[in-house]
């Protein structure tokens, strides 16, 4: 049997009137997409990563990090060292610090993953391209 109850008195809820430029997290565009930085704490950084259909990231890797990523909606084709995968929504591959890695989107939809970075420096400038279908040389965000 469901039960309800009257309510008489409900609290006021103080609410933000503002929210500052650094509570909003900045999507930065890409020429494969965008990212979103979520979350940053010490040792550890969570991204929002958008690859447009067709579109691949630069063959990098990094010194100082390693790399989780969730695939949420699309289709991913990751290279890692020398395996090539294709995962999908609700699956997940580990890239370890130091090795080559890829990720591209095979599919006709965007393909929207979570990237939790590990490591001890999660500097944008820790990539170190070996191959970039955009021509890119200064170091910058996947």
């Not at 820790?126 to 279908?133: A, K, L």
Request: overall charge negative.
């Amino acid at each position: 049997m469901v039960q309800s109850q009257e309510v008489s008195h409900v609290p006021a809820l103080s609410l933000p009137t503002a929210i500052s430029a650094a509570g909003v997290a900045a999507t930065e565009l890409r020429p494969w997409g965008a990212f979103t930085v979520l979350e940053e704490g010490r040792g550890y950084k969570i991204k929002r990563i958008e690859v447009k259909p067709g579109h691949r990231l630069s063959l990098q890797m990094h010194y100082h990090r390693s790399e989780h990523w969730i695939v949420v909606c699309g289709t991913a084709k990751v290279t890692c060292g020398d395996k090539e995968v294709i995962i999908h929504s609700n699956q997940s591959t580990y890239v370890p610090q130091g090795h080559t890695h890829r990720l591209e989107n095979p599919g006709v939809i965007p393909l929207v993953l979570i990237e939790v970075q590990n490591g001890e420096y999660l500097g944008e400038d820790d990539i170190i391209r070996f191959e970039d279908d955009y021509a890119r040389s200064k170091p910058e965000a996947q």
